[in-house]
């Protein structure tokens, strides 16, 4: 653990044994917003400008949309939390030979949008009118908390695809603020009040946040008997923010019309941009028998370090 981090921990910890409610505010400021927005990479900047820019109104912000190909076999790529449209530049460009037409975007207080933060709400929102205008989607792609607002725009918003992608999905908002205040080291009591605060000023008259916001509920509105019938999962074991444990069950909910697929190496962010994983998802596009087994591509050199390929198979329900 940093200073920082250690310097933040005591402080807020300290605070709530006399002051809770301040320290609960303190502590939801840090969640509420991205720490900084990620920039646009030299490698990435070719295919962004290519892209057809447009713009999604939502929650008092504006997203910014990124469109490319004809219009046809459209397929949405949708970023995580401090993440943004860019990220997915080797995929679009996998999706282009296919024929397919990417649709991407930057969420508020993301990339090049305006505001300073996105909820899961705001993710769903712009799925759907993404949805409206490129829609329907032969495909979806989310990374992150963008599966979680995927699946909840599948269920809420009555979002239509045939198939959905999912890397190193988030299962639910709760695990949010447990990973959050457990990386901070903060005290039961900072949990329940920033609960209290993600309810009060996230999610104000919006119900059952903390099961409804899930990848994995189960149900009569399941993820498993909605949208999309076929699924692809792909987690790193060296994730280091989201527990692989969390596909493995989205894995087990959706049977077997998912396929799982474990890569080593990448972690958490590197993953969306991984030539290996855009080869693993490019075929799942031109699959005809989504049930089966994945198909993985074959093992990288070695690298400097001495690791093997970043990638092992994974055997499928």
Same mark, same amino acid.
Do not use: K
């Given at each position: 653990m940093d200073l920082a981090v250690t310097a933040v921990r005591i402080t807020l910890n300290a605070a709530s044994y006399v002051a809770p409610g301040p320290a609960g505010k303190a502590a939801f400021r840090l969640f509420r917003k991205p720490r900084g927005r990620s920039r646009l990479r030299p490698d990435e900047r070719p295919v962004m400008d290519l892209a057809e820019v447009g713009a999604v109104a939502?929650?008092?912000?504006?997203?910014?949309?990124?469109?490319?190909?004809?219009?046809?076999?459209?397929?949405? @790529?949708?970023?995580?939390?401090?993440?943004?449209? %860019?990220?997915?530049?080797?995929?679009?460009?996998? @999706?282009?030979? /296919?024929? @397919?037409?990417?649709?991407?975007?930057?969420?508020?207080?993301?990339?090049?949008?305006?505001?300073?933060?996105?909820?899961? /709400?705001?993710?769903r929102d712009i799925i759907t009118a993404l949805d409206a205008e490129h829609g329907p989607f032969e495909m979806i792609v989310a990374h992150s908390l963008g599966v979680t607002a995927t699946f909840v725009a599948v269920r809420e918003r009555g979002v239509r695809t045939e198939r959905i992608v999912a890397i190193s999905g988030v299962p639910d908002f709760a695990y949010l603020v447990d990973g959050f205040c457990a990386g901070l080291g903060l005290r039961a009591r900072l949990n329940r009040e920033l609960r209290r605060r993600v309810e009060r000023e996230l999610f104000s008259g919006e119900t059952d946040i903390w099961s409804r916001f899930s990848s994995t509920r189960t149900g009569r509105d399941s993820t498993a008997e909605a949208?999309?019938?076929?699924?692809?999962?792909?987690?790193?074991?060296? #994730? #280091?923010m989201v527990d692989p444990a969390a596909s493995r069950a989205l894995h087990s909910t959706l049977g077997d019309r998912a396929r799982l697929v474990v890569t080593r190496g990448l972690g958490h962010r590197r993953i969306i941009g991984d030539r290996q994983?855009?080869?693993?998802?490019?075929?799942?596009?031109?699959?005809?028998?989504?049930?089966?087994?994945?198909?993985?591509? #074959?093992?990288?050199?070695?690298?400097?370090?001495?690791?093997? %390929?970043?990638?092992?198979?994974?055997?499928? %329900?």
């Open positions: 939502v929650g008092g912000g504006s997203a910014v949309s990124y469109r490319w190909g004809t219009g046809e076999r459209p397929v949405l @790529l949708v970023h995580g939390w401090e993440s943004r449209g %860019s990220r997915f530049a080797t995929l679009v460009s996998e @999706l282009l030979d /296919l024929g @397919l037409s990417p649709v991407a975007f930057d969420a508020p207080g993301h990339g090049e949008a305006t505001g300073e933060a996105m909820t899961i /709400l705001d993710l949208g999309a019938s076929s699924f692809l999962i792909v987690h790193d074991e060296d #994730d #280091d994983v855009a080869a693993s998802v490019r075929d799942f596009v031109v699959s005809e028998a989504p049930g089966r087994a994945a198909a993985v591509p #074959d093992p990288s050199p070695r690298t400097a370090a001495g690791r093997g %390929s970043p990638w092992r198979p994974s055997c499928s %329900s």
